[in-house]
């Protein structure tokens, strides 16, 4: 079993798709370690703790710096044993030591079609109101390893249809129900069968068509 520990920040739509669909026998060979959430207040510890899993909190309130928040989290994510970590919902770039201990084990989607607008801040509304000033036809979500760039190698994408009419609101739920909530629980239960390889920044998917 992967031990699987999730970051969290806010309100854990994403940690509870991923709940969701580990409930429903949905991600083999994946234990739920543990969530840590950097807000004390997050209603994402909320939904972990309805569903009995172990929560933490690193307040990033706490720290003087981002350093010293990002080598408290490398910290509780040694003790935890965790082999994959999952940022959902969460708003802090993982730290260089996180980012050389945990290469190609940690997954992270966002609400576009990288590498298109991976300059965005991705914990605001930005992505989707840049898509709509754009007039993209088609924008969605991407499920990713993080890097210290603004797009790691890419597990999945899923697009989805931008409407006329569309404002950043009802863009943004769409993208969630129809990308989102989906490609996270399908990269980390590809991750924890063993089916992601990745070579020269490109992740090749075991027993996917060529």
């Known amino acids: 079993m992967v031990k699987t520990v999730i970051l969290v920040s806010g309100g854990g739509t994403n940690l509870q798709a991923v709940m969701d669909a580990h409930l429903f026998g949905e991600i083999p060979n994946c234990e739920l370690t543990a969530v840590i959430s950097s807000d004390p207040e997050a209603y994402a510890l ?10 933490y909190v690193v307040d990033r309130t706490l720290f003087p ?15 935890l044993d965790a082999a994959l970590v999952v940022l959902a919902g969460y708003t802090h770039a993982p730290g260089p030591g996180m980012l050389k ?34 007039g993209v036809k088609l924008s969605g979500a991407t499920a990713y390893f993080v890097t210290a760039g603004s797009c790691g190698p890419i597990i999945l994408q899923q697009a989805v249809e931008v409407w006329e009419g569309d404002t950043p609101k009802t863009l943004q739920r769409r993208i969630m129900e129809e990308a989102e909530w989906k490609l996270l629980p399908k990269a980390i239960a590809l991750y924890c069968q063993g089916q992601l390889r990745v070579e020269d920044d490109i992740v090749h998917i075991t027993g996917e068509r060529k």
Do not use: H
């Open 46 to 55: 909320i939904r972990a703790k309805s569903a009995n899993l172990p929560t």
């Open 101 to 134: 201990a945990y290469e190609s084990r940690i997954i992270n989607v966002c609400p576009s079609l990288l590498p298109a607008f991976g300059d965005s801040d991705m914990n605001t509304m930005e992505p989707y109101e840049r898509a709509i000033r754009a």
């Open 65 to 79: 710096n981002v350093q010293s928040y990002n080598t408290a989290v490398e910290q509780k994510l040694q003790d």
